[in-house]
């Protein structure tokens, strides 16, 4: 006896997915079903994973979104849906960080995390259920199944760490953040949750592991070791999942235990 979840017949959008993370969560969603629709401003890594997808069999599709520009983000969203479909499905991937003192963040660092993270996040979230809330309330046109966000925060968001004091700060709001979107959300089908990952081996910090302060931080972690993208599919799929209408303005830490 198994246990399968499915997503045949849904659209998810993914930002962020030129790289890292975002990459896996597109991958994953094809895997599971979805048609997946590949955003970033890195139209040529998007291509290039979209070949990837189609040959193992899944669908992808790509969108150029700057999740800093407003107009960009009505765009790439108008443009998923006239090719993919209503989305039903948006993994709110995109980000950035910086390593710094406080004391050093200048208003131009300030804001290009803050842009990102936080603001980008908001109205990427806000376009999508704009659409979402339309079909719900439409009588003529009630949605198969209810939408799904999933925001990607971070364990930075829940514990302050050193030196990354304006990324810590960005992502605790997006936590806020969903807690606030699945309130309003929730009536209209939308379930709203939040990963907060731990430390993640990918392709952005993978040489910063074999440093000697990279190794260091490893030592000080419960189960000395970091996490790999694939270890977040299981939970990114269960919240993407028809089945998870119960879970809602949910924060899950997926961080090996170092916020214990």
């Known amino acids: 006896m198994s246990y399968e979840i499915d997503l045949s017949g849904r659209t998810a959008l993914v930002t962020g997915a030129s790289s890292g993370l975002g990459a ?16 970033s401003r890195r139209e040529d890594r998007l291509r290039a994973l979209q070949s990837e997808i189609a040959s193992q069999g899944g669908r992808a599709h790509v969108v150029a979104l700057d999740v800093q520009d407003l107009a960009s983000i009505e765009a790439a969203v108008d ?7 209503p989305i039903h499905i948006l993994v709110n991937n995109s980000g950035v960080s910086a390593t710094q003192k406080l004391l050093d963040v200048s208003a131009q ?3 290009q995390v803050f842009d990102t993270n936080t603001r980008g996040a908001f109205f990427v979230a806000q376009a999508v259920a704009k659409r979402m809330v339309a079909r719900a309330t439409s009588v003529s046109e009630q949605p198969a199944a209810g939408g799904r966000i999933v925001n990607i925060a971070s364990m930075a968001g829940l514990r302050v760490l050193a030196k990354i004091g304006v990324y810590c700060m960005s992502k605790a709001a997006v936590i806020h953040m969903t807690r606030a979107m699945a309130l309003e959300w929730g009536r209209y089908g939308i379930n709203v949750n939040a990963i907060a990952p731990g430390y993640i081996d990918t392709e952005i910090n993978h040489a910063h592991w074999q440093t000697e302060a990279g190794q260091k931080l490893i030592k000080m972690l419960p189960r000395r070791r970091v996490g790999k993208p694939e270890d977040l599919d ?7 999942a028809e089945q998870s209408h119960f879970v809602n303005g949910a924060v899950i830490a997926a961080d090996d235990g170092f916020g214990v």
């Open 24 to 39: 896996q969560f597109a991958k994953c969603l094809a895997r599971a079903g979805a048609t997946v629709v590949l955003a």
């Open 234 to 240: 299981v939970l990114l799929v269960t919240l993407c």
């Open 109 to 111: 660092d300030y804001d």
């Open 79 to 85: 443009q998923a849906e006239a090719m993919a479909g």
